[in-house]
């Protein structure tokens, strides 16, 4: 599933090659991913121009000549492309977006839980309503630890699913809370009120360390994942604990467990992690 760094380089790299072009034509193959795709039809979008493409929580929202945005979503197994026309549909490509330089972005999407949308007016600071409810961005300095320390008082979640929240700070997915909460030693599985102050900074700078460096080896591409040019991210070599429940730890040699949190299977060291 594509997380924060997946999505800041789609969002990077989509920014190289998109900004300034402007759509010449929309062609929409099915008739919805998450949400129907059929208006995209009826939007307008011919002739309008993709002034800047930017990135909150794992939304990349581009936006629009006329004040509008395009948002979307790369769902579990979302892949967008800028190529030439003159390759062939491939079977779960789900529209195209002509360019006025010849070149078509593509939205591929098998499982189709990805979203591709166009949003009126967005509120302050060019980010859509309904991403107004998101926490501060995991990169951001308003992402400290004591806001962390401060949101986290009397929640009896845990930890893990409470770094998950979009509401509490946007983009952080299942492998980047697995690698940081074993980077720092804290347990899935402790109510997150029960943090400290001082492991709220670490946490906090932990998350950003891993953030940053995935970011920088183009995402961690488990599952179907590609980047936006086609290459896969490196950072999958770099995971210490994420889908290694049972393999030995690589601080202590114990065994790793895994508990269901929110759904989702954790991978920690018993050991390592309190
Ligand atoms: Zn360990």
Known sequence: MPEL?????????????LTGRTITQVEVFSPAMREPLTPLLTAGLEGKSLLDIRRRGRYVIAELSDGRVLLMHFGMSGVVRVEGGNIAKRKHEHV????????????????????????????????????????PEPLSDEFNGEYLYRVSRGKSSPVKSFIMDNAIVPGIGNIYATETLFGVGI?????????????????????KKILHRAIELGGSSISDFLNVDGSEGKFAQELKIYGKTGQACVQCGAKILSARIGGRTSAYCPCCQH
């Open 5 to 17: 760094p997946e999505a800041e380089n789609i969002a990077r790299a989509l920014s190289r090659v």
């Open 96 to 135: 195209f977006l002509h360019l006025d330089d010849g070149k078509i972005f593509r939205f591929e999407c098998t499982r189709r839980f990805s979203l591709l949308k166009v949003c009126a007016l967005p509120c302050a600071g060019g980010i859509p309503a309904e991403l107004d409810k998101f926490g």
């Open 187 to 207: 347990s899935p599985l402790r109510p997150a009120g029960k943090l400290t102050r001082k492991e709220c900074d670490l946490l906090i700078q932990e998350s």
